[in-house]
């Protein structure tokens, strides 16, 4: 007899980043360090009214579910540290970005310290929301 239970639990769950997460900075700093999934060097081209100043790039990310630890640095040279939660399996994305504002570029270093089944999910979101328009 098949066992239906078995079935829907290997099944993999929609991507879904968590509304609110939470993580405070010695957490943010450990799970960066232990990462076991990287993603670095990725460029994107972003359009400049995205990526204006550091206060307009977190307000695009954070009803997304994307927060921000830290963030600075003028138009042409901000630096971000963000994270974000699959609420479905828990795992935490992790991601430094350089942005510059004035030539509408980024360059980001993404990791996940869980399974990564979304992780591929996430950098294109995190990707595609700095790059397009609202």
Known sequence: MLDMNAAQSSQPRPF???PSPTLDA???QA???SASLVASGMQAKLRSS???STAEVTARLTPLG?????SGGPPEAM???FYAVDSGN???FLVEAFLDATAGSGTFTAKCDGRGENFAAFQRLFAESLATEL
């Open 16 to 18: 879904a980043l968590d």
């Open 26 to 28: 010695p957490s943010f």
């Open 31 to 33: 799970k960066w360090t």
């Open 50 to 52: 995205a990526v204006a």
């Open 66 to 70: 994307v927060a921000t630890m830290a």
């Open 79 to 81: 630096k971000f540290f």
């Open 90 to 92: 828990r795992d935490t």
